[in-house]
């Protein structure tokens, strides 16, 4: 469609949940095709840009969620949950197949993140890829960092299955430094190392009482009960840091049944640097979080820790937003402990590049590779992840990986190949504060999560994951931003016709101009798009086409042609998951009937139902809902008027009114539906 760009038409914007990953994962498009019960292509659209997405869904900071345009109106989508629904559910192996396989074989160092990304991505580009692993299992910091109560290990285990099922081979047990090095993996024939190891220390506080007895390091203390299932604590534990890994830290040593468990840090309730649900769950399971206070010296008795000295903050970041702590003087203050937790961040160790010659690192322990070649200082060698970035988080990690793989490629190839969805475009700006009262304020499902007299116990996984029917309507209040309607300005006659339609007051046409604008409010509701006069709207993804491709799959079903009578049910998605039970719309296949779902059915066009008769239906059931309950607004009073207009149509040519129907139900599935379709079936076939 030739749209052309109009002052004040802004062209080509992406919805703000895909470009805040760093993946660029398509959030916005696997949420749109869970709301249309599409599952398995959803999984494999993840799978496309995350190899990691049961992980994944689990565990990252889901930046996604903080640009969601849903904030505006009432919460954002539970993006992440909505991964981990398809990442547990479903293991369908990436539909992209390898086209040309090379001949250079290539070594990754490091079964983390980063390096399984690089060993995925790879090995669908065409190379050969080995993992050489220290440890004996995958996951790297995911299995050494992360507690079980939050990424069972079978989640990484099934996500890297599907890595392995590519090709990529995984040496455990084989450290590099030690049983493999750069001169060795090169006479095995290796001809790139990739080197994408995570930050395996925990980082120290430079202060009076740090070697006491009873201080423990956040990682080590993680690893050590991950591996074992246990570790040597007190009876009053606390753990110093506002992270990810200090919550970490904290709900793991409440599962070891100390007395009390508190954290102590810089930040501010707002600022702490881990998501409102960590800390919440920290303290709902009995933390006691001290905010805005430094520590100031480790006290302690005959060697041991007895608390912690601390100091009112005045504020943790200076006016250029630099993290620079400032402290109230005199403003000492004892925290009573017995066994201290480091967990201020983590720091790497380089041991393992001991005598391999000519790895440039920095002062700060990170190793130095160009950041758009990901080449380090040794011919051959590249390096990402978390050991170049000095921080990072999954989803950044896995990122270096992906870039890396394509870097690699293009090194080894002499080629270009880019990747197009790091381009840069403009995000879909907020919700509009005019919009903001039009659109149905939803309410965000919940996580279900197990009882807290069952949790602390146990190491089993806290959050149990959502249902088919939870997910599916927790992804039907994504508003589809970026991939609304759109006019196409060649065939736009400026009549006015979608100002007049739309619920939501979107299309505009501006002073001076003759053509009209669609912006980023636009919610899909498809009105525009069947009552445009001159066909100049349409929407801009090919996952919204109001039914039409579901009605010609059905006809492409072998027998259908010989069922009598044969009947098309076009009905409302967004009413078909309302029941807890797993009620999906499978249940209700019958062999006189099949199913067309469409998420709205104000956006079925009067042409789509006589395009099933055309197919060869025998009769077209139309199922809306009733009432005022629909995603938009005033739904039932367009779809009257569409199915009126196709019914006197029908009339005209002399069909009989039997065999096009229209109820207005309370649910799309169930006993309702099938009494109407039942009868439906018993007419035509008197007819
Ligand atoms: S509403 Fe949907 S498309 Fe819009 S930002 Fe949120 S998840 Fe992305
Ligand atoms: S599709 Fe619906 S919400 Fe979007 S501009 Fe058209 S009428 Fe408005």
Redesign the pocket.
Known sequence: MNTCAMPGKKMNEEAPCILACPLRQDARDYVQLIARGRFSEAFQLVRERNPLPAACGRICTHPCETKCRRNSTDAPIAIAWLKRFLGDNFSEEPRRTVAERYPEKIAIIGAGPAGLTAANDLALLGYSCTIFESNSTPGGMLRMGVPTYRLPRVSIDNDVDIIKKLGVDIQYNTTFGVDVTFDSLKKEGFSVVFLGVGLLESRTLNIEGVELNGVLKGVSFLNEVNTKGNARIGKNVLVIGGGAVAMDCARTALRLKPDRVSVACLESRKEMPTTDFEIEEAIHEGTVVYNSVGPKRIVGKDGKVTGLETLKVKYVFDEQKRFNPAFHEGSESIIEADTIILAIGQASNLSFLRGQEGIQVTRGGTIIANPTTFSASVHGVYAGGDIVLGRGTMTESMAQGKKAAIAIHNALRNTFLKDEKWADKPAVSDVAASKIGLIKKEQKQEMPTMSLDKRLSNFNEVELGFSLNVAVREAQRCMNCGA??QVDDNLCVGCLT?VR????E??KIAKGDTTAY?DGD????????VECPAKA?SFKTPLEDCGKDALEAVFEEKFVQGIKPFIINFYCQYSAYKEDKESATDNLLFFHVRRVGVLGLGKVEPSSYLRAFELGAHGVLVTACKDDTCHFCKDQEWVEKRVNYTAQLLRGLGMDSRRFQTHFVSSQNGKEILDIAFRMVDELRNL
């Open positions: 609304g309607a979608c339609v739309c619920p939501f979107v299309p669609i636009c919610q899909s509701c498809g009105l525009c798009v709207i």
